[in-house]
């Protein structure tokens, strides 16, 4: 009889174990989107919004109900090619019709609010030439040529992008002389300041009041690409990279518009990075020979320069040489401190001394290179140490050095004042107070995989990687392993992005550049990566702006899960793993043999394209 009673309790069990995987597989999603055309690509935003491409145009989804935030059609099928997201700012950009960053339909929608806050037509623009989101102001700058109901008028406008309304326009050349009007389009990225406008013409740079388009001075430099000023808004520079043999020169202009250098510096090279200091301007550009885009070719690297405030003379011109691409670039306090993708850190001071006793020599691909209170650590492909960010010196008595691994990732133990760091299937701890080396433990996974990923959890060290995860106590012994097969090379080939990468455009490095990127980060600082990710946020205003710096600053929604791709028995779906436990927490049929799906990790949301028109959400915080 007890043994009856107890096969019967355990069949029960079974039964109701069964029962709740098979509802968990089936779960319904929390939400429903219908796209009302066929989906051609899921974007998911820096903001969190996913943006859809369909047949019929552009469709925002966030989670919090079933309906669509926004659903554009206005221009029907959007071509990947033709969406512009705006980095560090909650706006995509839409453009068709035209060539060469010209083009008769432009719109601007915030994909957080769902707003369309300008497009060519409803602000009776012919064609537009620039469009221009300028942070932390939160406006945009337009400029091209309006309707025949003022004459094709070349002008330039400000829209407040939290609200779309227009602050000021102007004409730029007069619209009613006669004869040949000379060509006054412009050519790049304007400079929005306090009380004046800046703007880079076919006929000269021109500053113009703010509201009221009056002319404040013009010059004869024609063509720039792009115009920065420095904090005090006293010092200009426009940068020219309109030369065919890819090189770029750089002007120096007085806040009365005077040419401050008797000649335009020359850069060799495409300007990918820059900084404004009192001292001058300390410029890296790229070169390369004309096809290969290899960066291991002869002709390919990096030239660091630092142009003089008073005559543009390069001030390192003897300087040590790059010798291959620039990696790395920080201002610090005495001089600037770079990395080579190819192996080398070095440290110049801005009248191009050397400040290290000599060249550091590292491994290739420096994946880090962080502030720690023993000095600089960096962690490359094939090595990591901690030098003296003064002299360059070894703090660690000799490097960690491994074969060149394809996985590598680290991070600090700070309960027991080490650093781990995993190459491929070895986990080294470093003392790191000593730098004493030892290998904690050795990785097998499973699958052909090694691990891409160490944290430190509450039980011990945790590695992961796609289909794998493994904690270890904290003597490297092995608590648990958890592996799930991958669903065969079809369904992972169609895996989405994540957030999408952001395509580079003229004059995006002036975009992009601020005080923040160029600043060495603490080691494992939470703090200095919401700093970068925030960027010019920190200073704008908005509902939208609020809403996405809160995401920036928030802790990842599935920071305690990973979400595994794998076969399940009904079909290919994902698996919810608990990071401390390694229990299997819910299942989510996908249904589909090669599904397309993002994880929003700081939302907390799978999205799924369920057909060619619809995709599901599901909610993994629950």
């Given amino acids: 009889m007890k043994t009856s009673t107890f096969l019967k309790t355990v069949t029960c069990l079974s039964l109701l174990l069964a029962s709740t995987l098979m509802a968990q597989r089936a779960e319904e999603p929390d939400f429903r989107y219908d796209t009302g055309a066929k989906i ?3 974007t998911l935003t820096e903001g969190g919004t996913m943006v859809v491409a369909t047949n019929d145009g552009l469709v925002g989804i966030k989670p919090g109900s079933n309906q669509l935030l926004f659903n554009f059609t206005e221009y029907g099928r959007v071509k990947p090619e033709e969406l512009y997201f705006v980095p560090g700012a909650p706006y995509v950009i839409v453009s068709q019709g035209g060539f060469a960053g010209i083009t008769s339909k432009k719109s601007v929608i915030d994909y957080i609010s769902g707003k369309t806050l300008f497009n060519t037509e409803g602000n009776g623009w012919k064609i537009v030439t620039t469009c221009d989101v300028m942070m932390p102001q939160n406006k945009l700058v337009v400029s091209g040529q309006r309707t025949s109901k003022e004459k094709f008028a070349t002008q330039v406008a400000v829209y407040d992008l939290n609200t779309g309304n227009e602050d000021y326009r102007f004409n730029l050349g007069d619209p009613d002389r006669v004869g040949i009007a000379k060509d006054y389009s412009v050519t790049g990225r304007p400079l929005l300041l306090k009380e004046r406008l800046i703007i880079p013409t076919a006929q000269g740079l021109i500053a113009k009041k703010a509201q009221t388009g009056e002319v404040l001075w013009e010059t004869k430099i024609k063509g720039l690409s792009w115009v920065i000023a420095d904090a005090e808004e006293k010092d200009i520079y426009g940068f020219d990279q309109s030369d065919t043999g890819s090189n770029t020169k750089v002007y120096k202009i007085g806040s009365n518009g005077a040419e401050l250098w008797k000649d335009p510096a020359k850069v060799k090279g495409k300007v990918v990075n820059f900084e404004i200091l009192p001292q001058g301007l300390a410029i890296v550009s790229n070169k390369d020979d004309g096809g290969s885009n290899s960066v291991f070719a002869a002709k390919n690297e990096s030239e660091i320069g630092f142009l003089s405030a008073t005559n543009g003379e390069d001030l ?23 990395g080579i993708y190819q192996g080398g850190i070095n440290k110049i001071s801005f009248d191009g001394q050397t400040l290290f006793k000599k060249p550091l020599k590292t491994g290739e691909n420096i994946l880090t290179m962080a ?3 023993q000095g600089l650590i960096y962690i490359t492909s094939e090595d990591a140490n901690i030098v003296n960010l003064n002299s360059g010196d070894q703090v660690w008595s000799k490097p960690l050095k491994y074969k060149r691994a394809d996985a590598v990732s680290s991070t600090f133990d700070s309960k027991n004042t080490r650093y781990l760091i995993s190459v491929d299937e070895e986990l080294f701890a470093v003392d790191a107070n000593s730098g004493e080396v030892s290998t904690l433990a050795e990785s097998k996974f499973d699958g052909k995989e090694a691990p891409t990923h160490v944290e430190i959890r509450n039980g011990g060290v945790l590695l992961t ?5 493994m904690l270890l106590d904290n003597k490297g012994g092995k608590s648990w392993h958890e592996y799930y097969r991958a669903p065969g090379k079809s369904a992972m080939g169609a895996i989405l992005a994540g957030v999408t990468a952001v395509a580079a455009a003229t004059g995006s490095v002036a975009a992009a550049n601020s005080s923040v990127q160029n600043r060495l980060a603490g080691y494992n600082s939470r703090a200095d990566r919401e700093s970068e990710l925030a960027g010019g946020l920190a200073a704008a205003s908005g509902a939208s702006v609020s809403e996405m710096l809160r995401r920036f600053k928030a802790t990842a929604a599935t920071e305690n899960a990973q979400f595994i791709l794998t076969k399940l028995d009904e079909g290919v779906g994902l698996v919810k793993i608990n990071k401390d436990s390694g229990a299997k927490e819910k299942e989510i049929l996908l249904k589909d043999k ?11 949301i799978l999205y799924y394209k369920a ?3 619809s995709i599901f959400a599901y909610d993994l915080k629950k």
């Fill in 40 to 42: 051609n690509e899921m």
């Fill in 316 to 338: 390192w011109d003897k300087a040590p040489k790059t010798k291959g691409y620039v990696q790395h670039f920080y201002i610090m306090e005495d001089g600037i401190l770079f």
């Fill in 371 to 373: 502030h720690t209170p």
């Fill in 465 to 469: 990687s796609d289909q794998n995860l």
């Fill in 594 to 604: 090669q599904p397309e799906y993002i994880v929003d990790d700081f939302g907390g």
């Fill in 611 to 613: 057909d060619n028109n």
